[in-house]
């Protein structure tokens, strides 16, 4: 059965990601995928790009690494208030000042996605969606929908990030057979409700090794002629919250940033 790691959203969250790293490391998933934005209202913006680049770990292009390393001036960020849009401005100009030219182009130059293949299923890892980094798919999307990305984006599983909150969804093609639509949730900016740091199990392999792990309804064969059964698990790691909150306000960066790491 082949294991792969998934983690995403890490925003500038080091001891975050130390966090998720040490328990990806504990549970012997040596194959470790970033689906993007490392950067962001979080206090610590070259330590997550220090510590993804020296450790080499495969990444995509997040919306706010694309902003921020083009210096684009916005970081490509749904706001639904004046006040949100406010706090995000100032996010935007601390990171952008946090980082050196190197770490600019560094981030710039990150792949817009990740393709893999495990025996004949065809693997998609982006950020937002398969045709847009920064589009949000929440579990509001209607499966004709999500089929239709899929099979435009020719997936058989497709792993995003983006929305801060972790999923897996079988969505039946009409053609037969289902995609794997697999949010990673988020290691450093957690939207669910849970303040803990997240990272995503994803599992191939045949259908009796998949269901050991996960439950039934989570493992189903994908779309295609691979016999490949598809399973994930959700993972929670404690980390010193009020460290990261601590540091957000000696930073200077909006004190509500601090009370959504608290609130998850």
Request: glycine share 10%; hydrophobic share 40%.
């Given at each position: 059965?082949?294991?792969?790691?998934?983690?995403?959203?890490?925003?500038?969250?080091?001891?975050?990601?130390?966090?998720?790293?040490?328990?990806?490391?504990?549970?012997?998933?040596?194959?470790?995928?970033?689906?993007?934005?490392?950067?962001?209202?979080?206090?610590?913006?070259?330590?997550?790009?220090?510590?993804?680049?020296?450790?080499?770990?495969?990444?995509?292009?997040?919306?706010?690494?694309?902003?921020?390393?083009?210096?684009?001036?916005?970081?490509?960020c749904?706001?639904?208030?004046?006040?949100?849009?406010?706090?995000?401005?100032?996010?935007?100009?601390?990171?952008?000042?946090?980082?050196?030219?190197?770490?600019?182009?560094?981030?710039?130059?990150?792949?817009?996605?990740?393709?893999?293949?495990?025996?004949?299923?065809?693997?998609?890892?982006?950020?937002?969606?398969?045709?847009?980094?920064?589009?949000?798919?929440?579990?509001?999307?209607q499966?004709?929908?999500?089929?239709?990305?899929?099979?435009?984006?020719?997936?058989?599983?497709?792993?995003?990030?983006?929305?801060?909150?972790?999923?897996?969804?079988?969505?039946?093609?009409?053609?037969g057979?289902?995609?794997?639509?697999?949010?990673?949730?988020?290691?450093?900016?957690?939207?669910?409700?849970?303040?803990?740091?997240?990272?995503?199990?994803?599992?191939?392999?045949?259908?009796?090794?998949?269901?050991v792990?996960?439950?039934?309804?989570?493992?189903?064969?994908?779309?295609?002629?691979?016999?490949?059964?598809?399973?994930?698990?959700?993972?929670?790691?404690?980390?010193?919250?009020?460290?990261?909150?601590?540091a957000?306000?000696?930073?200077?960066?909006?004190?509500?940033?601090?009370?959504?790491?608290?609130?998850?």
């Amino acid at each position: 059965m082949r294991r792969i790691a998934l983690f995403s959203d890490v925003h500038a969250n080091t001891v975050a990601l130390d966090a998720v790293l040490a328990d990806i490391a504990a549970a012997d998933v040596g194959e470790t995928y970033c689906l993007g934005d490392l950067v962001g209202y979080g206090p610590d913006p070259s330590g997550v790009v220090e510590r993804i680049r020296s450790l080499g770990i495969p990444t995509i292009r997040g919306n706010y690494d694309e902003g921020i390393g083009t210096r684009r001036g916005e970081c490509g960020c749904y706001y639904a208030t004046d006040e949100a849009k406010a706090d995000g401005a100032e996010s935007y100009a601390f990171t952008d000042a946090a980082l050196n030219d190197a770490d600019h182009e560094w981030l710039a130059a990150l792949p817009g996605e990740i393709r893999l293949e495990h025996e004949g299923a065809r693997i998609l890892l982006a950020h937002g969606s398969p045709r847009k980094i920064n589009e949000y798919l929440l579990l509001d999307r209607q499966d004709a929908q999500l089929a239709r990305l899929a099979e435009q984006a020719e997936a058989d599983v497709v792993c995003i990030g983006h929305i801060h909150i972790p999923y897996h969804r079988a969505v039946p093609l009409p053609s037969g057979g289902v995609v794997h639509y697999v949010s990673s949730g988020s290691a450093g900016k957690p939207k669910d409700g849970d303040s803990r740091a997240g990272w995503v199990e994803l599992l191939l392999g045949d259908r009796d090794e998949v269901r050991v792990v996960t439950p039934a309804d989570s493992a189903v064969a994908p779309a295609g002629s691979a016999d490949v059964w598809v399973g994930a698990i959700v993972h929670r790691v404690t980390y010193d919250v009020e460290q990261v909150a601590a540091a957000v306000i000696s930073a200077g960066l909006p004190p509500r940033f601090a009370e959504a790491l608290r609130r998850g």
